[in-house]
């Protein structure tokens, strides 16, 4: 509803760009555009690391280890400042959808090593009775393999998810007033001056609650999915 609102779809509000964004909406889209899709893109990496497919498995590897090996700050770095100079001179990405790309990037490197600590745990014994029972590898990884994986990560990318949500505060070395950003932006104000004890607990409080809603939900899901019990 937020995004349709500010977007201008099937509504009259005028469109708002979203170098304009800020705030605790800017917090909660770059942590829920990151996670929803760093993890799809994590599980094909874990996949493609376990592939048979030389030419697959090397890509994979090489793109994991690198990305694990730089910081977050150097990717977005390179999303804000290096990122337009290989595209054409009449195309321009809003400086959102860059940060939004790193942070997917980045994090989908961690994704795919924790799902690939689940895929395996999984005993080969299950994998072969799938491959007597006729099934090809796409169905034995979709139908056996991946669902018991997924579902003994869930608190590593649980984990890995509430750590994504405190590093969007990292956007504002590229120029992105997020949620802490706003934050000194008021401190900055004469108004506001002295007033870092109120400022820096009400952020922390927010980040607080919605970490902790992660936390509660992880633990929900892990209780109706049996995680360590069955």
């Not at 018991?148 to 120029?175: C, E, H, M, W, Y």
């Amino acid at each position: 509803v937020i995004f349709m609102l500010i977007s201008g779809i099937a509504t009259q509000i005028p469109d708002v760009s979203s170098n304009l964004w800020g705030g605790l909406l800017l917090t909660v889209m770059l942590a829920v555009v990151g996670i929803l899709l760093s993890f799809p893109l994590g599980v094909l990496l874990a996949l493609g690391r376990r592939s048979s497919l030389p030419a697959i498995r090397i890509v994979s590897t090489a793109y994991i280890e690198i990305i694990r090996g730089v910081p977050l700050v150097t990717i977005l770095f390179m999303a804000d400042v290096m990122l337009p100079f290989f595209l054409p001179g009449d195309v321009r990405i809003d400086r959102v959808i860059r940060a939004m790309g790193g942070i997917t990037l980045f994090s989908a490197a961690y994704v795919a090593e924790n799902v690939r600590g689940g895929l395996q745990a999984i005993p080969t014994g299950q994998i072969e009775a799938a491959q007597a029972l006729g099934l090809h590898g796409w169905q034995t990884n979709l139908f056996i393999v991946l669902p018991q994986a997924l579902r003994a990560v869930i608190p590593a990318n649980v984990g890995l998810f509430i750590s994504l949500l405190k590093d969007t505060t990292l956007v504002a070395i590229i120029g992105l007033a997020e949620l802490l950003g706003i934050g000194q932006s008021i401190l900055a104000q004469p108004d506001s001056l002295g007033a870092h004890l109120e400022v820096f607990a009400f952020v922390g409080i927010i980040f607080f609650v919605l970490c902790y809603a992660m936390s509660q939900a992880s633990y929900r899901l892990e209780r109706q999915l049996g995680v360590g019990t069955r």
